[in-house]
């Protein structure tokens, strides 16, 4: 147990470090304010979120450790997951040099919406985790494993991806960059060829996936997909 709890706080504090490298060597000061905000959006939930998970559900935490593409078994997945981590990285630095550039003209009060698009992409994140303590970081079948159907999981398929998709494209715009948003059209692909990967080994491999499938329609916005 205690050794989870080292690699989650490790892979925080990892990230942390990372991110703020990659909004401010590139202005090259810390006065940004908007940059500020973003990383407490970002860090103070995610913090609380892995806090209650370590708490209530070691187990849900060391699947969600797994994320990476190190730690997928598909060559195509592989590929996904490298893809997403450079355009997630690619989210920060790319605002950073708009704002060291000028390139966007942004109204605070569009960066304080991107900071509360990324407060609910994580309340969405949360709703999951309550309900689905088996929701991995990589694509997988559990043992005991059951189809979960409710919270979220009632409204659209694949809940996980809607929430860090609004929260992704939150980033940006709390960053201050229109230009910034555009990062996430090919992230947005990404996720798009994971989630139709995921939906076929899940049919394969989850006794009443298919049932499910005839229930919930909607894949990651209700009414349009």
């Given at each position: 147990m205690q050794d989870l709890h080292r690699k989650s706080v490790i892979a925080i504090a990892r990230t942390l470090v990372?991110?703020?490298?990659?909004?401010?060597?590139?202005?090259?000061?810390?006065?940004?304010?908007?940059?500020?905000?973003?990383?407490?959006?970002f860090f103070v939930p995610a913090c609380l979120i892995t806090s209650w998970v370590a708490m209530h559900d070691p187990?849900?935490?060391?699947?969600?450790?797994?994320?990476?593409?190190?730690?997928?078994?598909?060559?195509?997945?592989?590929?996904?997951?490298?893809?997403?981590?450079?355009?997630?990285?690619?989210?920060?630095?790319?605002?950073?040099?708009?704002?060291?550039?000028?390139?966007?003209?942004?109204?605070?009060?569009?960066?304080?919406?991107?900071?509360?698009?990324?407060?609910?992409?994580?309340?969405?994140?949360?709703?999951?985790?309550?309900?689905?303590?088996?929701?991995?970081?990589?694509?997988?079948?559990?043992?005991?494993?059951?189809?979960?159907?409710?919270?979220?999981?009632?409204?659209?398929?694949?809940?996980?991806?809607?929430?860090?998709?609004?929260?992704?494209?939150?980033?940006?715009?709390?960053?201050?960059?229109?230009?910034?948003?555009?990062?996430?059209?090919?992230?947005?692909?990404?996720?798009?060829?994971?989630?139709?990967?995921?939906?076929?080994?899940?049919?394969?491999?989850?006794?009443?996936?298919?049932?499910?499938?005839?229930?919930?329609?909607?894949?990651?916005?209700?009414?349009?997909?």
């Amino acid at each position: 147990m205690q050794d989870l709890h080292r690699k989650s706080v490790i892979a925080i504090a990892r990230t942390l470090v990372i991110l703020a490298a990659a909004l401010f060597v590139p202005v090259w000061t810390l006065r940004w304010w908007q940059a500020w905000a973003c990383l407490a959006a970002f860090f103070v939930p995610a913090c609380l979120i892995t806090s209650w998970v370590a708490m209530h559900d070691p187990a849900l935490l060391e699947r969600r450790l797994k994320a990476g593409p190190k730690g997928e078994k598909e060559k195509g997945q592989k590929i996904v997951q490298a893809i997403a981590s450079l355009v997630f990285l690619a989210d920060f630095v790319i605002p950073a040099f708009d704002h060291h550039y000028g390139w966007s003209r942004v109204p605070a009060y569009a960066s304080i919406a991107g900071d509360l698009m990324m407060l609910v992409g994580f309340w969405i994140t949360f709703a999951v985790f309550r309900v689905n303590s088996f929701t991995s970081g990589i694509i997988e079948v559990a043992e005991g494993q059951r189809v979960v159907s409710t919270g979220p999981y009632a409204i659209v398929r694949h809940p996980l991806y809607s929430g860090a998709l609004v929260m992704l494209f939150g980033i940006p715009l709390a960053l201050g960059s229109w230009w910034g948003l555009l990062v996430n059209v090919p992230l947005t692909a990404a996720i798009v060829w994971r989630l139709l990967d995921e939906e076929k080994f899940l049919l394969a491999r989850l006794s009443g996936y298919g049932e499910y499938r005839q229930t919930v329609k909607y894949r990651l916005a209700p009414l349009v997909w």
